[in-house]
């Protein structure tokens, strides 16, 4: 078996850095060294079967930490331990043991059918045959693959061959997934169903999953932890509630009314305290379209359920807030 560590830290991080120097032309001739800090001095615990959302705004230091937990790239400074390996010193002996999808890029063989692809990774994983066998047979029952197995994979759509790579990064068993956006793109059928996945898997088999998106449903439906990352320091660490209420964000309730009617307004909830109740705002009224805002760590079940016990409901939908608004609120109220 892997290296005996704390299952509280399964992955740890203290103090990490990493520095890039980039060379920067300066007027026609001359070239400036400068250095990039992407992570700059982060630390945190991680355990095991945990699932946890990084998030950031673009340049934020994500895909460097990433990087270095993977092995990819070697930290500049700080100690970083991942299943007691030191990544980029053992990268060989810790990629049986992480999966890694990133959702821009494809790790499949672009070519050959998925069932190509997979018998590779077989091969050079060096996964037990029973072993592969179930893992395979699960991930294209729950990933419903079966009908691709044998599509080459530049015939796939994006949320096909997303699933494909989830499937990919799963053979081998791996005590750790890092996905980086693995919803980017998808239609709205295709991310519920990488997300019952993911939480399926995570359930059933413990495996902890830090997951990098900028789809904050992502966060909501699968991780009870977010840390947020900016200018590579770590921001926040905490619960999404906590989030939402440090960046006092709101999500946004679309109604669609049989007819056009003046703004929703509900009545106070009896027997609650007028501050308990979540405050409904009319943001925009266009036709039988409402839009009202509401505060995004209220829950919308209730506030749904008294909209359409008092007025005659055609549709809905929640929009939730994106994650560069709620940083930028978090950093306008000075937490
Ligand atoms: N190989 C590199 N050489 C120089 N600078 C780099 C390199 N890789 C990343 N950077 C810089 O480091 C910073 C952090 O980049 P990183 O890709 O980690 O951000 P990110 O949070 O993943 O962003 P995104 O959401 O856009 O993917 C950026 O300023 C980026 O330009």
């Not at 070239?31 to 998030?55: K, S």
């Not at 956006?181 to 991310?191: A, F, R, Y």
Request: glycine content about 8%; proline content about 6%.
């Amino acid at each position: 078996m892997g290296t005996v560590t704390g299952d509280d830290r399964f992955i740890e991080l203290d103090d990490v850095e990493k520095v890039f120097q980039v060379r920067r032309r300066v007027g026609l001739l001359r070239r400036e060294r400068h250095e990039v800090r992407a992570v700059d001095g982060i630390g945190f615990r991680v355990a095991r079967g945990e699932m946890v959302g990084y998030i950031g705004p673009n340049g934020a230091g994500k895909s460097t930490t990433i990087k270095m937990l993977t092995g990819i790239l070697t930290p500049s400074g700080g100690r970083l331990r991942v299943a007691g390996i030191d990544p980029s010193r053992e990268r060989t002996r810790l990629a049986h043991r992480i999966g890694v999808v990133f959702g821009q890029r494809t790790t499949l063989w672009w070519d050959l059918p998925l069932r190509d692809s997979y018998r590779l990774m077989h091969r050079m994983y060096r996964i037990p045959d029973r072993r592969y066998r179930e893992n395979l047979d699960r991930c294209v029952e729950l990933l419903d693959l079966g009908a691709l197995l044998e599509v080459p994979v530049r015939q796939l759509s994006l949320g096909q061959r997303m699933r494909g790579d989830i499937a990919a990064a799963l053979l081998h068993d791996p005590e750790v997934l890092y996905l980086d956006e693995p919803t980017i793109g998808l239609d709205v059928i295709s991310k519920a169903r990488v997300r019952q996945f993911l939480k399926e898997l995570n359930a059933e088999r413990g495996t902890t999953v830090l997951l990098t998106t900028h789809d904050l449903t992502d966060i909501e439906q699968l991780c009870r932890r977010v840390m947020v990352i900016d200018h590579g320091r770590l921001m926040y660490d905490g619960s999404l509630a906590g989030l939402h209420e440090a960046g006092a964000s709101e999500r946004m309730l679309v109604i669609d009314l049989e007819r056009e009617l003046p703004p929703i307004a509900l009545e106070p909830v009896p027997g609650v305290e007028p501050g308990a109740q979540p405050v409904l705002r009319t943001v925009k009224v266009e036709g039988p379209r409402q839009w009202l805002a509401f505060p995004a760590s209220a829950s919308a079940a209730p506030l749904v359920a008294r909209i359409a016990a008092a007025y005659p409901l055609v549709d809905l939908s929640v929009r939730e807030p994106d994650i560069e608004a709620v940083i930028a609120r978090m950093y306008a109220s000075g937490s």
